[in-house]
């Protein structure tokens, strides 16, 4: 009745675990839309809305010059978004076009709030349009990077129109933005643009007055969060930096709203944002930084700023600060040329996380696999089976190390009865027998404890591998490894136009995790009581609905990961016969015991 009652008890557990995992996810961390992308590469040339011009960088104090949108007139504008289209219609914008990135810089503000990957597609439809990291101002994915002046303690944001010398901006011709004051000082912006995802901007300011004149160079960088992925224990994403030579990216974004504003102790090397697969981020040049950090301005907004100290140009002086501009993908090979460059730690954009000294060779031998065989699933499975063949000679130590305990274990229980008053005298003797036999009760754990780092970094670099995004393992099934397996059963295998819900969207690959793991339990050479060996029953069809919503690669990996478990124990145990058979006689004795107390119970 006990062993029922828990039964009861598990399964009602396990569906309150399902239901709850499934709301939780929905509740904290709301799933958003690809931002749209423009129609075409060629679109992302287009212009933007001079109405979404106006800027305030956040300073407190800070006032405009005159003329200028007040910060009050800006809270006061209207609240809703302006299409994308019409933000890119205005003919007041220099068209970027470099080999991996095109777009457009606006020339009200010169902001930089137009760009598309040419090499990434919203989605596996071919047809989709190139993937869009920044857009302009009060767009729905607002998401840009301005580089601007503040002269006597006043911010240049009137609103005025940057002259630009170009109307192209590519690796091989530069752009320089110009614009003058009414005090007579001079400012431009020159911009170059590199072959991967890198733009610098060299801000200068040439004093023409009479007077000296006091300038703060500034760039910032404003999105909002609705666009962002999800920020998880495994994979970092919001804001983040490198200050004093140290990685910092303690807060999500709703981590930083709640606390407003955040300013990194330390001297910055670079700052900005995060997700998955994408990132935007600063970098600062050789001038001192002046307050450098990051701000919550309500409603999913936020800004990474970086601000330099404001400096005295005598009359007919001039000031130059040199500042990069990082919007791409996260791929690793680019970000340790970054880093290679002299851009400390920008390879940890990647939220790498402790075992990152593992997970790049991992990394690298899935690209090479990849490489070799043309499919990044067979890619994934070649892997695994090769990390489990590193892993072997670990795991036939563990099962010899079990053997030896179990052939240990009558001495062990007549020690125990013997001494069963003294219990120091009893570890004394079991000692002494573990050195008699030769036995090393901790080896059976070692090789799992080196396991687990092992198994977690190849979790790992599958969740963080750009290069899984949108590959195919068998066309026809799975057209992106790096979202959920499309066959679900309940709408039979999509046949159905039927949205399944996430907490019940099992699919094949689920369901082969669910049939693999429970088969592996059944192998599991330690005896367990009843209650025990229920829980163990319904653990595989837990964790089938728990990880059925993941990304197809990482469910690939887990299978052919048991399959070849599966594989190993049965061989070993054919090594180890009498493991499988002290084994068969304890999970005999523990089912006569509960024989016996059933019985007992009954009579009772």
């Known amino acids: 009745m006990d062993n029922q009652r828990n039964l009861l008890l598990a399964v009602v557990l396990s569906g309150l675990l399902i239901l709850g995992w499934d709301f939780g996810m929905r509740y904290f961390y709301p799933q958003t839309e690809l931002p749209a992308s423009s129609d075409s ?13 106006t800027s305030v960088v956040p300073s407190d104090g800070d006032a405009p010059v005159a003329g200028a949108t007040q910060p009050a007139e800006v809270a006061e504008a209207p609240a809703g978004p302006i299409d994308l289209s019409a933000a890119l219609a205005d003919p007041n914008r220099v068209v970027i076009d470099a080999p991996r990135v095109a777009g457009s810089i606006n020339l009200v503000g010169a902001r930089i709030d137009d760009i598309v990957l040419k090499d990434y597609r919203e989605s596996v439809d071919k047809d989709s349009g190139p993937v869009r990291l920044f857009a302009p101002e009060r767009t729905e ?32 011709a530069p752009i320089t933005l110009t614009r003058s004051d009414a005090s007579g000082v001079s400012y431009s912006v020159r911009l170059s643009i590199d072959d991967q995802f890198m733009i610098t901007a060299v801000q200068s300011a040439q004093n023409r007055s009479e007077n000296a004149a006091i300038v703060e160079p500034f760039a910032f960088i404003k999105r909002t969060s609705t666009t962002a992925t999800l920020d998880q224990f495994i994979a970092h994403a919001g804001p983040l930096g490198v200050f004093d030579g140290t990685l910092w990216d303690p807060h999500s974004y709703a981590e930083l709203a709640e606390l407003g504003s955040e300013t990194p102790a330390g001297v910055p090397s670079w700052l900005g944002f995060t997700d998955n697969y994408w990132a935007s981020a600063l970098i600062k040049g050789e001038g001192q930084s002046g307050t450098v950090g990051f701000e919550s301005l309500g409603d999913n907004l936020f800004r990474a700023v970086l601000r330099y100290e404001a400096q005295t140009i005598p009359a007919g002086g001039t000031i130059t600060e040199t500042t990069r501009l990082f919007v791409g993908a996260k791929e690793s090979v680019v970000l340790d040329r970054y880093e290679e460059s002299g851009i ?9 996380g402790w075992f990152e000294w593992f997970e790049k060779p991992l990394l690298w031998l899935l690209r090479t696999l990849n490489g070799l065989v043309g499919n990044f699933g067979v890619a994934i499975i070649l892997l695994t089976v090769i990390i489990r063949g590193v892993m072997f000679p670990i795991a036939q130590k563990q099962f010899s190390s079990m053997a030896q305990m179990k052939a240990v274990q009558p001495k062990m229980k007549a020690i125990q009865e013997r001494y069963k008053d003294d219990k120091a005298q009893q570890q004394q003797e079991i000692m002494k027998l573990y050195k008699d036999e030769k036995v090393n009760p901790l080896a059976g754990c070692l090789p799992l404890i080196i396991q687990i780092p092992i198994f977690f970094a190849l979790y790992k670099v599958l969740i963080l591998a750009i290069e899984m995004r949108h590959e195919p393992f068998i066309e026809f099934w799975i057209k992106d490894l790096s979202a959920p397996d499309p066959a679900k059963i309940l709408n039979l295998f999509g046949l159905i136009p039927y949205d399944v819900p996430s907490f019940l969207g099992i699919g094949v690959l689920a369901i082969l995790l669910g049939v693999t793991m429970w088969a592996t339990f059944k192998l599991n050479p330690t005896a367990m009581d009843p209650v025990q060996q229920q829980v163990f029953s319904i653990m595989p069809w837990i964790l ?35 493991l499988r ?19 007992e119970k009954s009579q009772a």
């Open 41 to 53: 590469v060629a679109a992302a040339g287009a212009a933007s809305d001079p109405a979404a011009g």
């Open 544 to 578: 089938m609905f728990v990880m059925a919503p993941f990304a197809a690669g990482l469910l690939i990996y887990w299978v052919t990961s048991n399959l070849l478990t599966l594989a190993q124990q049965s061989y070993l145990y054919s090594k180890h016969p009498q």
């Open 141 to 172: 994915e607002q998401h840009f990077a301005e580089f601007g002046f503040k002269s006597g303690g006043q911010i240049l944001s009137d609103g005025t129109i940057w002259q630009a010398d170009g109307e192209r901006l590519t690796p091989q």
């Open 344 to 352: 400390t730690y920008f390879g940890k954009l990647i939220s790498w």
């Open 581 to 599: 058979a002290a084994a068969d006689k304890e999970k005999a004795e523990l089912a006569r015991k509960a024989e016996r107390e059933k019985a």
